[in-house]
Antibody, heavy 121, light 106 residues
Framework: EVQLLESGGGLVQPGGSLKLSCAAS????????MSWVRQAPGKGLEWVSG????????SYADSVKGRFSTSRDNSKNMLFLEMNNLRAEDTAKYFC??????????????WGQGTLVAVSS | DIQLTQSPSTLSASVGDTVIISCRAS??????LAWYQQKPGKAPKLLIY???GLESGVPSRFSGSGSGTEFSLTISSLQPDDFATYYC????????FGGGTKVEIK
């Protein structure tokens, strides 16, 4: 059974940093690209970042480019999102998602339950 | 960046109705489009991939069509479990989501 479990969310001050983790199980982790998607309270979905199965390719939404960094440790079946210079508008629930193949971005067929990030002073 | 525009933003329907949700892309994305269903407090669920591919386990009353810039999701014979918010997503150039369509009970 595919499982994705996010952790690392919390309250952080504007300008601060936070690192989210996603523990994956139930599938061959290195064979699939992974995505981070966020949802601000009461708002729609926003794609944040994607990473290829090998970890060699990454992509980011313009809203986070230069501030967020996605990485993965295929030996430990872990996905990470390092977030720097956080802003109030980054407040959201962050989901990790498994894509349908190894390419950089794809349709996400499994999702975690999300971790909440609140940016406030 | 590719923008996706969904319409309508809200749709009122009754059990048994057929509903159609539209998604328009700001540029040609081929068939690199997915549809998701999301219920309050839950993660999104993939319904359709590559514009018309039915994800495993998804009821056949859900169908997708379109290519290029115009796409649609059709739900035939709406069931009580289908009242939710639906999103389209393009993955032709990086990725982006539409603004969502809430299907509510009439």
């Amino acid at each position: 059974e595919v499982q994705l479990l996010e952790s690392g969310g919390g309250l952080v001050q504007p300008g601060g940093s936070l690192k989210l983790s996603c523990a994956a199980s139930g599938f061959t982790f290195s064979s699939y690209s992974m995505s981070w998607v966020r949802q601000a309270p009461g708002k729609g979905l926003e794609w944040v970042s994607g990473i290829s199965g090998s970890g060699g390719l990454t992509s980011y939404a313009d809203s986070v480019k230069g501030r967020f960094s996605t990485s993965r440790d295929n030996s430990k079946n872990m996905l990470f999102l390092e977030m720097n210079n956080l802003r109030a508008e980054d407040t959201a629930k962050y989901f990790c998602a498994k894509d349908g193949g190894p390419l950089l971005v794809g349709a996400s067929n499994y999702w975690g339950q999300g971790t909440l990030v609140a940016v406030s002073s | 960046d590719i923008q996706l525009t969904q319409s309508p933003s809200t749709l009122s329907a009754s059990v048994g109705d057929t509903v159609i949700i539209s998604c328009r892309a700001s540029q040609n994305i081929g068939t690199w489009l997915a549809w998701y269903q999301q219920k309050p407090g839950k993660a999104p669920k993939l319904l359709i991939y590559k514009a018309s591919g039915l994800e495993s386990g998804v009821p056949s009353r859900f169908s997708g069509s379109g290519s290029g810039t115009e796409f649609s999701l059709t739900i035939s014979s709406l069931q009580p479990d289908d009242f939710a918010t639906y999103y389209c997503q393009q993955y032709n150039s990086y990725s982006s989501f539409g603004g969502g369509t809430k299907v509510e009970i009439k």
